[in-house]
């Protein structure tokens, strides 16, 4: 009878051992739903006042939001069969091109009638439905979402969004790079286990340095972006002495170090030609908000854990007016485009000649017009970039190099990428033909290489000094001023991704029985 009992206790202990384990690996505090309680309804008349009642806004870009709107419809037997529909064309925006013709003709048998004869495509047929949709649930079930309790739900959800954030809200781990003001630091939001980078500024540093609008231009920037190929912002906070930018976590290392510390210099094909991808997929989403980014090199373009890149440090960007042009030589000397060494008004053309430049030294492994390891002198590389002609190695098949040499070209209206079609001139040359660059935007490509996550891809973190303040530096209003900009505090989509995909959404976001208000809502 004892061991009968024994067995008995040990699988307890052994469940309790995986509850725990489960939900320690999952990082959340044990107080996570203290840290995440809803606010009382009556807290949010304030917010119910002011915000924009704005459909596309409230019902379909934001996460959240979708998620309640779509709880409302569902709730309604009458709009049921258009969140059905809805549904099915978020799926055929996932397919893959084998399978879009027959599912896109499912979806018409299913939810139009058979008399109706198309002569479009399933893509057009597809856009032109989801307009339609919106359209219809833009009105009269946006306005009855308005006064449900869905849409009390969603305005709880918006109070915790906008709850104060400091650094109590996170725990650090380690450092994962050195910048100019700062470290940047691994670290996760205790309320939900989601793993961030946090790039901190020594503010003393930035004073010293005159360097306020360059930060507050790279986090506007960073705010207004959002995009599978460049690291999103999901916070900023101050402290005592850090402003700090909460940032996409990527695990991988750099471009850099890929291409120059893990065997012989250089990238194998499949690999330079999907980062290669990403990044021109990266840059059309910033010239899409006339954003230039200026500053494409190996070192700026990181790996996550799942083996695809995204662009960071948008420190040098520039938003100009819609189709706009700036002057002034901004970069990295060895990556600017000639016209931006001539002083000349340039565009995106210079982010162009940039993509050509990686993708010339992860395939040469060494940077164009240099050796690796050789440092010129400025005049000598001004010299090379405005008027040498480029050498191509073996490693070069007739693909790349057809695509190197047409983002290299010294003329920026004859370059690559610079006619009215934009990007997807590049997008369509041949080097990047087995490339499906619609999968690709939906996540849904498996990347040639995954980091390693026992490894570290980064340089001796015992080689990154403290940063700490500048002595006789003092801090005053107007600094406060400059301060106040910066940290606003959770950024809005960010922020409802991370509640979704942590899951703390599917287990708070619970109603009570019947569309009853539970316990939390009439407390
Ligand atoms: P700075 O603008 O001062 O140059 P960066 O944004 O380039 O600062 O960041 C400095 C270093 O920190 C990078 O070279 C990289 O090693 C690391 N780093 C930056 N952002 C991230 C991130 N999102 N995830 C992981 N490491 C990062
Ligand atoms: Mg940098
Ligand atoms: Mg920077």
């Not at 996540?443 to 891809?457: I, T």
Request: charged content about 25%; some cysteine.
């Amino acid at each position: 009878p004892f061991s009968g009992h024994f067995e008995i206790y040990r699988n307890i202990v052994v469940l309790l051992f995986y509850v725990v384990v489960w939900d320690c690996s999952r990082g959340r505090s044990s107080k996570w739903r203290e840290m995440l309680r809803f606010p009382h309804i009556s807290q949010c008349d304030e917010l119910a006042k002011s915000i924009e009642r704005d459909y596309y806004s409230l019902c379909v870009k934001q996460p959240i939001g979708k998620k309640l709107f779509k709880l409302f419809c569902e709730s309604r037997q009458d709009l049921q069969n258009y969140m059905s529909l809805l549904d099915a064309l978020d799926a055929f925006k996932t397919k893959s091109d084998e399978e879009r013709e027959e599912f896109g003709l499912r979806i018409i048998q299913r939810f139009l009638s058979s008399e109706i004869t198309f002569c479009a495509t399933e893509s057009v047929i597809v856009l032109l439905l989801i307009r339609e949709l919106h359209q219809y649930l833009s009105g009269e079930p946006f306005t009855q979402y308005q006064d449900s309790l869905y849409f009390d739900r969603f305005l709880q959800w918006k109070m915790l969004e906008r709850s104060p954030i400091t650094k109590h809200g996170f725990r650090q781990y380690r450092v994962l790079g050195k910048g100019g003001f700062g470290e940047v630091w691994a670290c996760q939001v205790k309320a939900t286990g989601m793993m961030y980078a946090c790039k901190k500024l020594e503010k003393t540093h930035v004073k010293r340095r005159r360097g306020e609008a360059m930060a507050l231009n790279e986090k506007k920037i960073l705010e207004e972006v959002d995009s599978r190929f460049v690291v999103n912002l999901a916070y900023t906070y101050e402290t005592k002495h850090f402003l700090c930018l909460v940032l996409t976590m990527m695990s991988g290392g750099d471009l850099k170090f890929h291409i120059y510390n893990v065997g012989e210099p250089g990238l194998d094909r499949d690999r330079v030609r999907l980062y290669a991808a990403e990044v021109c997929c990266g840059l059309m989403d910033l010239h899409e908000k006339s954003i230039i980014y200026r500053d494409l090199k190996p070192e700026n373009i990181l790996l996550d854990n799942s083996g695809h890149i995204r662009i960071s440090d948008l420190g040098l960007a520039v938003k100009v007016s819609k189709g706009g042009t700036v002057k002034g030589r901004v970069g990295t000397l060895g990556y600017m485009a000639p016209e931006v060494i001539s002083k000349k008004y340039y565009g995106t053309s210079a982010d162009w000649w940039g993509l050509g430049c990686l993708i010339y030294e992860m395939t040469a492994g060494h940077p164009v017009f240099r050796a690796q390891g050789e440092h010129p002198q400025h005049r000598e590389m001004e010299n090379r970039i405005q008027r040498k002609q480029e050498d191509y190695n073996k490693k070069f098949v007739k693909s790349v190099k057809d695509l190197c040499s047409s983002l290299l070209i010294k003329d920026p209206e004859q370059r690559l990428g610079c006619g009215d079609s934009g990007g997807n001139a590049v997008r369509s040359h041949p080097f990047f033909y087995t490339i499906n660059f619609r999968m690709l935007e939906a996540g849904l490509v498996e990347a040639p290489f995954q980091p390693d996550p026992r490894l570290v891809y980064c340089g001796d973190v015992q080689d990154i000094e403290e940063f700490s303040p500048v002595k006789g530096v003092s801090l005053d209003e107007r600094d406060e001023e400059f301060y106040s900009m910066f940290n606003t505090g959770s950024v809005p989509i960010s922020w409802q991704k991370e509640i979704i995909e942590t899951n703390c959404f599917s287990e708070l976001n619970v109603f009570g029985p019947m569309g009853s208000r539970t316990p939390d809502l009439d407390q």
